[in-house]
């Protein structure tokens, strides 16, 4: 190999001159007893410090966040605040110690469960998981719970049920493996509510009197309070329920005191929709009072059920009446009750139209029972250009209720038929006293005949 020849040697050129080649083999040496240096400081370093906690674990109370007092009859949304107050009492910090990802302290996987216990009360809610709650901190569960109207005042306890995991203990072994132990908490707390006294009512008896579609009676209602609160200056109020057809036209009645356990009797005026049907109706009964405290504050509302008769309704049950052309006479009209009351004071009507006309439209029928016909009579005349056919005259009735309201019925349809007017002898021949004067012409003249031959023999 001649000095001006090059070679590679694993990528690297090799120097032709001896005293280079040494030079760079020199330096590789040293470069290796320098990281060899390096590697072992690093692996006798002393290991950076880390923490250890001897004693320590999670210290849980509850607590109702607000106003613990509940009102009979609500559904409420009861809030339960966990408060975490552990504290880690001894902490090692040492070389060599690995940190634990927990802390002893620490409550883990933390589920809240509220009970009824021996309360009246009923909790609709399921447990309720928070999560971890750490040291000084706190979580809040929130659970639906109903208050039954009939729940008795008083103070109760619920028990809060904690079910939670906690670092018992962590052993390091060597200088990088660490076992954790851990440790499962249920434990029951106990938080007070109170259930406030109240009024609350009962509807003993419900007496209803006259109380049909379209017209105006009265509700009796005995009502009784089956509360735990004596109340004063207490008004039992009736109100229409929503889109029912019963609606109150004297809502209210004064009662004053109104103890526990006490009854009240009240009557109230009530009207019903002219479109109401024979069926029973939903009403709304309350009482607005003063409490203990001095507020003036309403029970929960009692529903009752409101029986509603069926409208005042007529029928003409007449014959088709018949008048001619240019004739004026009497037209009949039987009208029959078909409603479920009693109809006072009834005067039918007649709305007469072309070709018809009347001096006398009216006639009073008295008082009308149930299933019960009135005749009513109508002298009517008939235009003497009036066309042969059916006609139909508007009729109605106008009577007054049992409270003495004023109603007026349906309209109703009187049949009349104008037929052809008759010949002057047809006339007679169809008048029933000219067809009896000629009878008892003619008996007379039969007798006299008979005692004419009787007296020639």
């Known amino acids: 190999m001649t000095v001006c020849e090059k070679n590679t040697i694993l990528g690297n050129r090799i120097p032709s001159n001896p005293r280079q080649r040494g030079h760079r083999s020199y330096s590789l040496l040293v470069l290796l007893i320098l990281t060899g240096i390096a590697m072992a400081c690093i692996a006798v370093s002393p290991a950076s410090a880390g923490s250890q906690y001897m004693a320590g674990s999670p210290e849980l109370s509850a607590t109702i966040s607000g106003n613990n007092e509940l009102s009979p009859g609500k559904e409420v949304q009861l809030a339960v605040v966990i408060q975490n107050t552990g504290i880690n009492e001894f902490k090692f910090v040492k070389s060599g110690i690995v940190d634990t990802d927990d802390l002893p302290n620490t409550a883990k996987f933390l589920t809240v469960t509220l009970g009824s216990g021996d309360s009246p009360l009923i909790v609709k809610s399921d447990p309720q998981m928070v999560g971890d709650l750490k040291a000084s901190g706190t979580a809040t569960a929130t659970f639906t719970v109903r208050v039954p109207s009939d729940a008795a005042a008083g103070t109760y306890s619920l028990p809060v049920r904690l079910n939670y995991t906690y670092l018992y203990t962590a052993e390091q072994y060597g200088s990088d493996t660490v076992q954790y132990t851990y440790k499962t908490i249920d434990k029951i ?11 609350r009512i009962d509807v003993i008896s419900a007496d209803i009197q006259h109380l049909n579609a379209g017209t105006e009676g009265y509700i009796t209602l005995t009502v009784q309070n089956v509360g ?27 009662v004053g005191d109104f103890p526990a356990n006490g009854t009240a009797k009240c009557i109230f005026k009530t009207s019903v929709d002219q479109g109401a049907e024979e069926q029973t109706y939903p009403l709304d009964v309350y009482v607005k009072y003063e409490n203990s405290e001095g507020d003036t504050v309403s029970s929960d509302i009692e529903t009752i059920g409101v029986p509603v008769g069926g409208k005042i309704t007529f029928s003409i049950n007449s014959d088709v009446q018949t008048i001619a052309p240019g004739e004026k006479k009497v037209i009949q009209a039987s009208f029959k009750n078909t409603g479920g009351a009693t109809a006072y004071q009834a005067l039918a009507r007649v709305s007469m139209v072309d070709p018809f006309t009347s001096n006398d439209d009216s006639a009073f029928l008295g008082d009308i029972a149930p299933g019960e016909t009135k005749e009513a009579s109508f002298l009517v005349s008939a235009d003497g250009s009036a ?11 106008r009577y007054r209720d049992a409270l003495d309201n004023s109603v007026i019925s349906d309209p109703m349809k009187l049949s009349v038929d104008v037929v052809e007017k008759k010949s002057a002898v047809s006339s007679l021949m169809g008048n029933p006293a000219i067809l009896a004067a000629i009878a008892i012409i003619v008996i007379a003249i039969g007798y006299l005949l008979y005692r004419s031959r009787k007296k020639l023999q």
């Open 189 to 199: 707390l106990q938080i007070p509510v109170k259930v406030k006294s109240n009024v």
């Open 228 to 254: 735990h609160e004596d109340a004063t200056k207490a008004i039992v109020t009736i109100a229409r329920n929503d889109g029912s057809p019963v609606i109150p036209t004297e809502a209210s009645a004064y």
């Open 387 to 397: 066309t042969v056919k059916n006609y139909g005259i508007d009729t109605e009735i």
